[in-house]
């Protein structure tokens, strides 16, 4: 991720304008991936095709979320960029403020805790039957 921070830096891009149009690089090298995804599926292929839509888009995000966090400040500098994020910012505040948010978060947290003790059940039982069915050292 050096590279990102390197492209992204004041020496290396001289406006905010600039740094906002290299928010497009990985938008156009990852793009098509969809359409690659598709024509795996379509060919019968539905796990690969899932995976490489799966994996293409979680870097895309990956590049353009960690662009954004390097050269954040710089991207401020721009008016009507401050304003849309400030509006984004007001309603993911909203967003998380609605009662049926929170309800999911609270469900999703405790699924996410049932699914760990299940598994941590899971693995102790594995481990007590292992230890029954293994026959005893005899030296």
Request: hydrophobic residues 50%; charged residues 20%.
């Amino acid at each position: 991720m050096l590279g990102i921070r390197k492209l992204a830096s004041v020496d290396c891009v001289a406006s905010p304008i600039s740094t906002l149009a290299l928010f497009i690089v990985p938008v156009i090298l990852l793009e098509p991936v969809k359409p690659v995804a598709a024509y795996l599926t379509a060919t019968g292929h539905v796990v690969d095709g899932l995976m490489v839509l799966i994996v293409g888009e979680l870097l895309k995000l990956l590049l353009i979320e960690r662009l954004f966090s390097v050269s954040r400040d710089k991207l401020m500098s721009v008016p009507v960029f401050a304003w849309c994020y400030d509006r984004f910012c007001q309603n993911q505040d909203w967003v998380a403020s609605l009662q049926a948010w929170q309800l999911m978060r609270r469900w999703s947290s405790n699924a996410k805790h049932a699914v760990q003790r299940y598994v941590l059940e899971f693995k102790a039982e594995r481990r007590r039957t292992a230890e029954q069915i293994a026959p005893p050292d005899v030296c």
